[in-house]
């Protein structure tokens, strides 16, 4: 008689693995991508300190048929730690004539506080045309502008006279060789 099958074997070991393929062809490039969305500004960076103050302005002139008017930067402890002043003239009736006072680079509203808003801004000029002989009281001619309360920037004009008010004459009627080598400039009330 044939005697009963045997129990199946046990499985045999792991073959070796086999050879690394070759590697496949790279794919094509994909388009492009959108832009992103641009990022925030940054904070702007702390203001510089103010420069230097220039030299004072020549005199105004009229010799020989030229005039200089005056110009320059100021320093002043109010409102404002500099302004510039430049003066313009016109030749009429033959003689040069003051035709307007520029005062520019007002500071308004500022960080520290309200700068030079909500301040009368005025200006002083002599007129020396007969102050040594008949002593007149009315040489000195005032211009003042309130400048506005809620006055903002740092690069701030006001011209005289098309703006505020002069007393007791306009400034228009002094003569540029009758101006006096100063001119008086003053910011009050407000701060």
Same mark, same amino acid.
């Given at each position: 008689m044939n005697g009963l099958d045997g129990k199946p074997g046990e499985p045999g070991a792991p073959g070796q693995p086999g050879a690394a393929g070759e590697p496949g062809q790279p794919g094509?490039?994909?388009?492009?991508g959108p832009a992103g969305v641009p990022g925030v500004a940054g904070v702007p960076g702390v203001a510089g300190p103010a420069g230097a103050s220039g030299p004072a302005g020549a005199a105004g002139g009229t010799s020989g048929g030229t005039a200089n008017a005056g110009f320059g930067t100021v320093g002043i402890d109010s409102c404002d730690k500099e302004v510039k002043i430049d003066l313009k003239q016109t030749f009429t009736g033959g003689v040069f004539k003051l035709k307007e006072v520029i005062i520019s680079k007002i500071i308004g509203k500022a960080a520290a506080g309200p700068?030079? *808003?909500?301040? /009368? *801004?005025?200006?002083?000029l002599v007129d020396n045309k007969g102050t040594l %002989?008949? !002593?007149?009281?009315?040489?000195?001619?005032?211009?003042?502008?309130?400048? +506005? !309360? %809620? /006055?903002?920037?740092?690069?701030?004009? #006001?011209?005289? +006279?098309? =703006?505020?008010?002069? #007393? +007791?004459?306009?400034?228009?009627?002094?003569? =540029?060789?009758?101006?006096?080598?100063?001119?008086?400039?003053?910011?009050?009330?407000? *701060?």
């Open positions: 094509i490039q994909g388009t492009q700068g030079c *808003a909500g301040q /009368l *801004a005025s200006i002083h %002989d008949d !002593k007149r009281d009315d040489s000195e001619t005032i211009c003042s502008y309130l400048l +506005p !309360k %809620d /006055l903002d920037g740092e690069f701030n004009t #006001v011209t005289f +006279p098309t =703006m505020g008010s002069c #007393v +007791p004459t306009t400034l228009t009627n002094i003569e =540029m060789g009758n101006l006096d080598t100063f001119i008086g400039l003053e910011f009050t009330g407000g *701060a």
